[in-house]
């Protein structure tokens, strides 16, 4: 078994924290995992990618080839993902000429803000997860910056039915680990509250 896995944002919104976050849930899992990280002066944009890739077995290529799930926490990081393309939402645009997401598998899963990015995607391509992230951690866990790992509580609930789950309990471990200790108890409710719209967006 072989899962990739992309988070990908612009400046700020902390994507490569939330893939070293991921990958450190996958160790405690006990998969084997690489971690790759671009910035955007590498990508010639503002965004920023962290690609994880999680295996029972040991990985032979670090780097992702086709994405079974990605994180996409802006519109610029979507249409960075759709080759600088989008269709925009054209009502007269049928699902023939719907978006298509560069290097991601069909079927995967795609875990996105629902207020911050528009999106056209074909929904029998692929598993499409719409959460209110950016919002919740604004209004609910009370720091925007933590957007970044209610987004991960959102890709665990996701990820409890393909063959890469990673336990609620990793997660933990791996935001206890991975963040500066006092903001530990922050980003711990943060995965909390992204697990609990997840309940809604997840169906």
Do not use: W
């Amino acid at each position: 078994m072989r899962y990739e896995i992309r988070v990908i944002g612009s400046a700020g919104q902390g994507s490569l924290l939330a893939a070293y976050v991921l990958a450190q849930a996958g160790v405690e899992d006990g998969y084997h995992v690489t971690q790759t990280a671009t910035y955007g002066a590498a990508m010639r944009s503002g965004t920023s990618m962290g690609d994880v890739v999680i295996s029972n077995e040991p990985i032979d290529f670090p780097k992702v080839i086709d994405l079974d799930a990605i994180i996409i926490q802006s519109q610029e990081a979507y249409d960075e993902m759709v080759g600088g393309k989008p269709v925009r939402l054209d009502p007269e645009c049928g699902d023939k000429n719907a978006d298509i997401l560069v290097k991601v598998k069909d079927g995967a899963i795609v875990v996105f803000d629902a207020d911050l990015v528009k999106c056209d995607l074909e929904a029998n391509r692929y598993k499409l997860i719409p959460a209110p992230i950016a919002r919740t951690a604004t209004e609910v866990v009370g720091k925007r910056q933590t957007m970044n790992i209610v987004a991960l509580g959102v890709l665990c609930e996701a990820l409890k039915d393909s063959v890469a789950p990673i336990s609620e309990e990793a997660f933990v471990k791996a935001i206890e680990k991975a963040v500066p200790s006092r903001f530990v108890e922050l980003n711990k409710k943060a995965f909390a509250e992204g697990l609990k719209i997840a309940k809604e967006a997840v169906k």
